[in-house]
């Protein structure tokens, strides 16, 4: 089946707009797009972060929901994940893919892995707390590390 | 057309109209400063299924953007039910519309999924602007042929054009 022209048509020109390939001088415009919500990301990441705590809290005493609260987890993990790189902070979206992926298909946590939330969040929370953009230094990365591992240990236990 | 002549085409962006779903508000919000900022004049929002799917139905959308994973209080559908609506269902106004999936679900896993539900393009997030304007400008000015093979109606899911002279299995796929 051929492809659809309407769009192509309605849009595509030799005359008016932007070129399939940007401009350095483009690239740097939009980019700006992005460093201005700098100060929004911080607000929003702290946010999530307070839900995330709230949610252990709640997974950790067993109260009614707790299902719900570990589908939070996933969710906000996922969020974080899928934002810290786009703001200088790929060390947060490291720890928030090792949350995503350790929380994901898992049932009630076993005391064990709920540890090892706690202490994946305690992580996703010094990122922040410290600023810390770029990949980190040594023992930010051994952190994330020994987290991944106890995470790969502990998944189904 | 010649590479030279591509080389020399624009879009105006200001033409299309564009339905972003996406649950998270400043993601959102992003991604409508990034196309305001492309001189996009028409965007329509949604966080969840229902409301993008009545979007839809008005049939003033061009191209959707849309994460996989929707709004946590409606947990029941997410962004690939959207896409396999737009593409399968008898209401869809325009089932061979451009969507683009921007995810953060990134792993190949869920590349293989979108792209075996019909999605046009794929951005793992967290994304580049660059990176997802050429997503952007692909699923625009470089439309891919559809196929239909069995329940699968979408873009051609092969990327590259390979000389093969053998039978066209697709052809006798459909046929059958």
Redesign the interface.
Known sequence: ?????E??R?????????????EPEE?K???A??E??TD??TV?VADKLRALRLALNDVANSQIGADQAM??IR?IS??I??????FKY?LL?AFAKSL?DFTKDMGAPTPIQLDIIAAQIDALYVVMANRIQGSGSKVEMELLSALEEAARKYKHH | MSED????????????SFLVVEP????G??VR??LQ???VQYIDRARDFETAVNVLRMGRT??MITEW?LS?EK?GRNGMDIVHWVRNDGGSP?R???IVMM???SEEEYVCRARDCGVSEFVA??????GF??RL??A??R??????IGEYFG?DRRRRKVEYSGPERRIMAEAV
């Open positions: 089946m051929p492809p659809a022209q769009l192509r309605k849009a595509v020109n030799f005359k008016k707009g932007f070129r399939l390939k940007l690239i415009k939009l980019e797009v992005v201005k919500a929004q990301f929003e589908q939070a969710s996922l969020e994940k899928g934002m810290g790189g786009m790929p979206t995503n | 002549m591509a080389d020399h085409e624009r879009i105006d962006f200001s033409k299309i998270n508000r400043l993601m919000q992003m400063d990034v900022m492309l001189d061009d191209i994973a946590q947990l325009n061979m519309m451009p995810t953060a679900n997030k967290p994304y580049t602007v660059n304007y050429t400008a692909s625009i000015a439309p891919r042929q559809f196929v239909r873009p």
